[in-house]
């Protein structure tokens, strides 16, 4: 047998070779795999019993009279890339001038295929039982895509019907009417032209190999006949899918500089974490020179895909998952660097050996038994991992984003798993002309939702930040302007939105703190009730409970305007103070006792010359009434006793 | 043996829940794996090159079951190394999520 494979012929090149007849033959049926991937096979019926059965093309070829012998095959073609004369040998044939016209190769065909001609519609009929054949089960195989192959396989000599000549190139197996092939064959460009290289008995060595291998009979013929008679997607691999979002040259200049940064990072960390003495070469400030750095790119890579997704209208919440995504790429890749860095670093044969067993370990699942259809647990040094999820694809889309830096995941996680890029409306925004304080509260919005959305995720550390709570004082200025523009009617929608920009708009002490707390407070409702986890969260809405406060106070939105110029003359912003003394008044309450609070402090933030007298006791006052139980009237009509 | 469980919530914790049940799948596939290459350095950080003589025996003679069990009497607290790792990786993805997304947002 050959060492390699010779390249398999066109679906036309075996029409011609075996000179295709019109006629009732073998069915052939495309087959997908789990893979998605799809293959033809071909299927008789069994002349003696009756029954369906595949054929290999060497049966096939050995019933029209075709060699399959490989070396023979192979000789053929280096004779023609030599200009020699090629002799087709055929079985009973000791003549190597081969154009053999096709009867005599007719007289030659054995009926080692041993099938009986199939009526149209026979197949499906018989296969679409209980059976199995080769591993797909009937009534599978009878949902195949049916293309009927219109070869005589009887030593009949029929001359096919139509004869378009030269070359036979005709119908085929695609064209169901049976259109003629040729009366090519051998005698319109045999095979010394075109080398038939199907080598039934290498396919059949090939599908031997691929079982040794571990493939089950059914994934080795499929494969074997893949290779051998091309794959019918027209695809040759399986490819990941191209992110629909192409990488800027800003981005890929980004990601080139974390992977150095990735890499110098990994390095100081193998050789501080991992050195057993210590070295000026890995102090504790080169380490950090050399995690600032990372810090900054990785960073600076994600904004970038960031921007570009949102060039693309990506929807805030998918473009935080995205961010997720690549947030957790870049962790795998810094490890990965780091292991293989300490491994260089370490000292001691058998260390450095340790590592490479370790590693080979893990790729070869040593460390996981089963499939991933059931839960699965780490063994046997028993770090006790346990994976609990369906099954698992070859981790395509993962794989191939872990080449990538953050910044490229991040854009192709948007095109591959995002739910869409619905580009989200803000209320509100329809009226008003493209300003910069549009673009902020668009921006704002966009934050607070996406935030809101991964609140579990990332609420924690918002909160702490100095820098978002800056942002968000830095705000309200312009969104001031914006909502001076606004009518009243528009800003007493019933509209998230609108509720939250007059909110964050009126930059009084309170309410401004709503876009410091806003990040974790504008939390309402829980998740969707069938995702298992942790309790559904308070269905309290701060915003809510201002809004309503504000708007029961008559004539409120000409007091949110006045609201909105004081805070712009006086520069004020959230008392973070203030603003802490009501997250801290009111962690102990419930819901509703939040919500008395909430209404209380808007009719108070509407109040003229009110809003802005806030202290920490006023707060814990107002706090203790509601934790009576008191309503929000309740606590207006005891304040002002 | 206390289990460390990926899953759903595991995702769900990292804003990762939103993807298809492939991407969800290979995800989880890749932080086990990730997870194994933490508590590998680990270990290695943690054993002597002397002591590794016997660790090498066993898997060069087709011992790899002992050699575990080898690893596991050396490195007896494997277990909450590897739940520090995990929390290790969680904390890392979330900052650097953090950080992406206030530099965007800015």
Redesign the interface.
């Known amino acids: 047998m050959a060492e390699t494979a010779p390249k398999p012929p066109s679906e036309n090149q075996i029409q011609e070779d075996l000179n295709l007849a019109e006629g009732t033959g073998i069915d052939a049926r495309v087959i997908e795999d789990k893979n998605g991937n799809t293959s033809r096979r071909m299927y008789g019926i069994d002349a003696d019993s009756g029954h369906v059965r595949q054929l290999k093309g060497d049966d096939v070829l050995n019933a029209h009279g075709y060699s399959t012998d490989i070396e023979e095959e192979l000789k053929k073609e280096q004779e023609a890339k030599n200009n020699k004369t090629i002799d087709v040998k055929t079985p009973g044939s000791d003549d190597g001038n081969d154009k053999k016209p096709k009867d005599s190769k007719k007289d030659n065909a054995s009926s080692e295929v041993g099938v009986r001609p199939v009526k149209e519609g026979e197949l499906t009929e018989l296969v679409n039982d209980e059976g199995e054949y080769d591993g797909i089960s009937g009534e599978t195989l009878a949902s195949m895509g049916h293309e009927p192959y219109t070869f005589d396989i009887e030593n009949e000599g029929e001359k096919p019907k139509d004869s378009p000549g030269g070359g036979g190139n005709g119908g085929g197996p695609e064209d169901p009417s049976g259109g003629g092939p040729g009366e090519g064959g051998l005698g319109e460009g045999g095979p010394e032209d075109d080398p038939y290289k199907k080598i039934g008995e290498a396919v059949s060595g090939r599908i031997d190999e691929l079982k040794e291998e571990g493939s089950s009979e059914s994934d080795a013929h499929a494969e074997a006949h893949d290779e051998f008679w091309g794959r019918e997607t027209g695809e040759d691999e399986p490819t990941v899918t191209t992110p629909e979002i192409p990488i800027s040259p800003e981005l890929e200049q980004a990601m080139a500089k974390l992977d150095d940064t990735r890499t110098e990072y990994a390095r100081m960390r193998a050789g501080r974490?991992?050195a057993t003495f210590f070295s000026i070469k890995f102090s504790d400030k080169k380490v950090e020179a050399a995690k600032q750095a990372y810090?900054e790119a990785?960073?600076?890579a994600?904004?970038i895909a960031?921007?570009l997704l949102r060039e693309h209208g990506l929807e805030s919440?998918?473009m935080?998952?995205s961010?997720?995504?690549?947030?957790?790429?870049?962790?795998?890749k810094l490890?990965?660097e780091?292991?293989d860095q300490?491994k260089e670093a370490?000292?001691?044969?058998?260390?450095k050996?340790?590592?490479d067993?370790?590693?080979k370990?893990?790729?070869d699942g040593?460390?996981?038994k089963g499939t991933?259809k059931k839960a699965l647990?780490?063994?046997?040094?028993?770090?006790?991992?346990?994976?609990?999820?369906?099954?698992?694809?070859?981790?395509?889309?993962?794989?191939a984003a872990?080449g990538a830096g953050?910044g490229a995941v991040i854009a192709k996680?948007a095109s591959?798993?995002?739910?869409g890029n619905r580009i989200r409306k803000n209320a509100g925004a329809a009226e008003t002309t493209e300003t910069k304080a549009e673009e902020r509260k668009a921006?704002?919005t966009?934050?607070i939702d996406?935030?809101e959305e991964?609140k579990?995720?990332?609420a924690a550390?918002?909160e702490s930040?100095e820098?978002?709570k800056a942002?968000g004082r830095g705000m309200d200025s312009d969104l001031g302007e914006l909502q001076m523009t606004q009518t009243g009617d528009q800003k007493r929608q019933n509209d998230k939105d609108a509720r939250r920009d007059m909110i964050i708009g009126a930059g009084s002490a309170l309410l401004g703190y709503a876009i410091a707390e806003g990040v974790s407070g504008l939390w309402s409702g829980g998740d969707t009730p069938d995702?298992?986890?942790p309790p559904r969260p308070s269905n309290f809405d701060l915003n809510e409970s201002l809004y309503k406060g504000i708007t029961m106070e008559p004539g409120a939105a000409g007091k949110f305007e006045n609201l909105i110029e004081y805070a712009q003359a006086n520069g004020i912003g959230p008392d973070s103070a203030v603003a802490n003394s009501f997250k801290k008044a009111a962690e102990t309450l419930t819901d509703s006792q939040k919500d008395a609070l909430g209404t209380a402090l808007g009719r108070l933030s509407a109040t003229p010359n009110y809003g802005n007298a806030w202290s920490i006791d006023h707060m814990n006052e107002l706090a203790r009434m509601a934790s009576e139980g008191q309503s929000a009237s309740d606590i207006l009509s005891n304040l002002f006793k | 043996m206390k289990q460390i469980v990926l899953d759903d919530s595991t995702l769900k914790e990292l804003g990762l829940d939103k993807f298809s049940e492939e991407d969800k799948d290979a995800m989880l596939k890749r932080i086990s794996q990730s997870l194994e290459l933490r508590v590998g350095i680990r270990m290695a950080r943690l054993l002597k090159e002397e002591q590794l003589k016997e660790f090498e025996e066993l898997t060069k003679s087709g011992k790899d079951a002992e050699a575990a069990e080898w690893l596991k009497q050396y490195v007896p607290n494997y277990q909450e190394i590897a739940t520090e790792e995990l929390d290790k990786l969680k904390a890392e993805v979330k900052e650097t999520s953090r950080k992406i997304l206030e530099k965007s947002f800015k």
Request: glycine share 12%; net charge negative.
């Open positions: 974490e991992g810090e990785k960073a600076e994600g904004s960031v921007d919440s998918d935080v998952s961010i997720n995504w690549g947030s957790l790429e870049e962790e795998f490890i990965d780091q292991y300490e370490v000292e001691g044969k058998r260390l050996w340790f590592y067993k370790w590693k370990w893990s790729e040593f460390f996981s991933l647990v780490m063994a046997p040094v028993g770090v006790g991992v346990s994976i609990i999820a369906a099954p698992v694809l070859a981790g395509a889309g993962v794989a872990g953050v996680s591959r798993g995002m739910i921006q704002a966009a934050l996406a935030l991964h579990e995720t990332i550390e918002l930040s820098e978002l942002y995702v298992p986890g």
